[in-house]
Nanobody
Framework: QVQLVESGGGLVQPGGSLRLSCAASGFTFSLYTMNWYRQAPGKEREFVATIFSAGGNTNDADSVKGRFTNSRDNAKNTAYLQMNSLKPDDAAVYYC????????????WGQGTQVTVSS
């Protein structure tokens, strides 16, 4: 059974930090690109960050560049999103996504974790 379980969300003050984790099971984690998305109330889901299967290359949305760092540990089947200098605009439900574009292509989503940034 495929599972992606996010954790690490919560309430943080502006300028604070959180580290999200995405624990994967039921598929070969190392073959998948891991993405982070977020969705704030009343807004569309937006891309946050990606890390490719080999773990060497990453890409981040302009809105989080220099503040967020995404990483992965293929031995632990876990992806991470380190979020620093959080702003109120970062508040959202954060989702991890596992994507394989080579055959057989697959696309898995976690249930999301809430991040609230407020003083």
């Amino acid at each position: 059974q495929v599972q992606l379980v996010e954790s690490g969300g919560g309430l943080v003050q502006p300028g604070g930090s959180l580290r999200l984790s995405c624990a994967a099971s039921g598929f070969t984690f190392s073959l998948y690109t891991m993405n982070w998305y977020r969705q704030a109330p009343g807004k569309e889901r937006e891309f946050v960050a990606t890390i490719f299967s080999a773990g060497g290359n990453t890409n981040d949305a302009d809105s989080v560049k220099g503040r967020f760092t995404n990483s992965r540990d293929n031995a632990k089947n876990t992806a991470y999103l380190q979020m620093n200098s959080l702003k109120p605009d970062d508040a959202a439900v954060y989702y991890c996504n596992a994507l394989r574009t080579t055959w057989p292509s697959r696309d898995y989503w976690g249930q999301g974790t809430q991040v609230t940034v407020s003083s």
